[in-house]
């Protein structure tokens, strides 16, 4: 049995959204739209200022080195192969840097049917077409003793975790409100059972690491 | 000028629900329906756990001494004034005990015209029926120089939130699941900006304390 866990690791607003309305292929090329942009950059901000993800996405080499700098790499480390949805995969084709930020096998689930897809610097993306533990079994391959991050969306994220696949999740709350958007935990069966794990505060964020009780 | 501050403290469920389905008026005599009581229980674990929550509700005299006592007693001792939506009145009217919870004056929103109702321990309810502002006002006056807590429910925290008169608010994070309820953030406006003020954790509860920005 793989010793992998399944995790997800998401900024969230204080009202629930992963991601802000108007933050879609549609209106990708319009930023004003819903003001979805600047909505994004708020939700994220505490991870911009962080040295390890201006380094991996190669937009700087200064930054943050505390704590919350700390949490983006120890995620990264960990990380043995992802998963994702496919309009995730589907905005990430078109806007992801050719180096795409995973550096890990990707697993994305779609009907889509395509043969992997290698890009440089260690990201490799598989299309899976038979359901979430297909996926689940295939990137417990890939990640040998590490474990399996769910990047979204949110819609991928609720499917493992009312399947009860999820073992556990960290939530970045970022002091921000979006009214509207791509809520995390909607339709959450009230029969996942979580216990906090781990919290802590900064002046940007709070981050909490829940495990799901089986 | 007061210097009291508008604030709310409230638990919330991981989804963003501050009340359990099926938790009404109409079901108070059935629990098991929805599992509404259950649900609550979970919610409130934290804090039926503390010794301060135990003696001021008259339902037990030991209990929980540590931080999420003191944070317990400490809102009950800034709180010079409450305000209550009409819905909440009615459920407490009926199952709050002869000595209601508050030991402040409370000012009711509701549309029933009815002469002050005083209670043993300090608590007097005042009807308001000429909207949020006034009741702001009437509590300003009454609270001295301490501060004014919306007691709830969630309808009247997002009017007094919408229109920019809430000066900050605790939100206990506890890890349950509700699915449906009554949402804490229904359509707060994006234009609500806050702050990171202070965040705890303990085993049970994540507390964070938000300031909104003027």
């Known amino acids: 049995m793989s010793r992998s866990k399944l995790f ?20 990708a090329n319009d930023p004003e739209f819903k003001q979805w942009m600047s909505q994004w950059m708020k939700l994220q901000n505490w991870v911009f200022q962080q040295e ?3 380094k991996n996405l190669k937009i700087g080499d200064v930054g943050e080195t505390g704590r919350d700098n700390r949490m983006l790499e120890e995620t990264f480390n960990r990380t043995g192969a992802s998963i994702t949805g496919k309009r995730m995969f589907d905005g990430g084709e078109r806007f992801w840097p050719e180096e795409a930020p995973f550096h890990t096998p990707v697993f ?14 260690g ?26 991050r769910i990047a979204g969306g949110a819609n991928v994220i ?27 935990f909607s339709g959450t069966s009230k029969d996942t059972h979580v216990k906090i794990k781990e919290a802590a505060a900064s002046k940007e964020v709070t981050h909490v690491t829940f495990e799901v009780e089986r």
Chains 1, 2 share one sequence.
């Open 158 to 184: 609720q499917q493992y975790l009312n399947a009860g696949l999820v073992d556990e999740f960290t939530i970045h709350y970022s002091p921000v409100f979006f009214g509207q958007g791509a809520q995390l």
């Open 123 to 148: 990201t490799t993306f598989y299309f899976v077409n038979d359901g979430l533990a297909s996926a689940l079994v295939q990137a417990q391959k890939a990640a040998g003793n590490r474990d399996i």
């Open 108 to 121: 994305v689930l779609t009907h889509h049917v395509r043969k992997p897809w290698e890009r440089p610097g």
């Open 52 to 54: 390890f993800f201006r």
């Open 8 to 27: 997800f690791d998401v900024s969230s607003s204080l009202d629930g959204f992963i991601a802000p309305e108007g933050m879609d292929l549609t209106h």
